[in-house]
Nanobody
Framework: QVQLVESGGGLVQPGGSLRLSCAASGIMLRIYDMAWYRQAPGKQRELVARIDTSGRTNYADSVKGRFTISRDNAKNTAYLQMNSLKPEDTAIYYC?????????WGQGTQVTVSS
């Protein structure tokens, strides 16, 4: 079965950190560009960070300098390290694997930043 499974979400205080993981099964992540998106209540899903197969990254302006996307092809897993979290980072975070002819989303993991 082909699937992406996110984990690592939760409740954290402002200024705190979380590390999200996206574990793949049924596909080899090394041949796909990986991305993290988020969707807050009442808002559209937005791109947070992307890493291509060569390791090049890009980030939304709102998370630059705070979030870091990475991948471990040997573990077939992508990550999103989130530091200096703000209440406005509260959302469901989704990972996505995208290739030329195929893409797949994970089910999402909730991140809540609140005191």
């Amino acid at each position: 079965q082909v699937q992406l499974v996110e984990s690592g979400g939760g409740l954290v205080q402002p200024g705190g950190s979380l590390r999200l993981s996206c574990a793949a099964s049924g596909i080899m992540l090394r041949i796909y560009d990986m991305a993290w998106y988020r969707q807050a209540p009442g808002k559209q899903r937005e791109l947070v960070a992307r890493i291509d197969t060569s390791g090049r990254t890009n980030y939304a302006d709102s998370v630059k300098g705070r979030f870091t996307i990475s991948r471990d092809n040997a573990k077939n897993t992508a990550y999103l390290q989130m530091n200096s979290l703000k209440p406005e980072d509260t959302a469901i975070y989704y990972c996505k694997a995208a290739g030329t002819f195929f893409s797949i989303w994970g089910q999402g993991t909730q991140v809540t930043v609140s005191s």
